[in-house]
Nanobody, 123 residues
Framework: QLQAFGGGLVQAGGSLRLSCVASGRTFSRATVGWFRQTPGKEREFVAGITWTGGDTKYGDSVKGRFTISRDNAKNTVYLQMNSLKPEDTAVYYC??????????????????WGQGTLVTVSS
């Protein structure tokens, strides 16, 4: 089971850090991805990281502003979001793929999903 934390309301230009915690099953061999979704739109890839942390990928709209990292000892993956923009407003989901050795930008590649945390960026 995955749980995402850290969403909230922030002004444009501000920062938030999201956390994704795995319970019942460790993250240690999983590729973890963050996606986001707004009403009426497809789920969008935000960032992903392999289980070693050796490979990370970012969506074009967040590159240079967001950073994904992980602490396998704490079973936690983080998404540091800086220079937030109103268009970053969305529900953010974390996901895990346990048989994937790379970062996929496709949501269908991921097996497990958290419940989502809402990020609202005001202008």
């Amino acid at each position: 089971q995955l749980q995402a934390f850290g969403g909230g309301l922030v002004q444009a230009g501000g920062s938030l850090r999201l956390s994704c915690v795995a319970s019942g099953r460790t993250f240690s061999r999983a590729t973890v991805g963050w996606f986001r979704q707004t009403p009426g739109k497809e789920r969008e890839f935000v960032a992903g990281i392999t289980w070693t942390g050796g490979d990370t990928k970012y969506g074009d709209s967040v590159k240079g502003r967001f950073t994904i990292s992980r602490d396998n000892a704490k079973n936690t993956v983080y998404l540091q979001m800086n220079s937030l923009k109103p268009e970053d407003t969305a529900v953010y989901y974390c996901s895990a793929a346990y048989a994937l050795g790379y970062v996929s930008r496709w949501s269908t590649s991921y097996d497990s999903w958290g419940q989502g945390t809402l990020v609202t960026v005001s202008s």
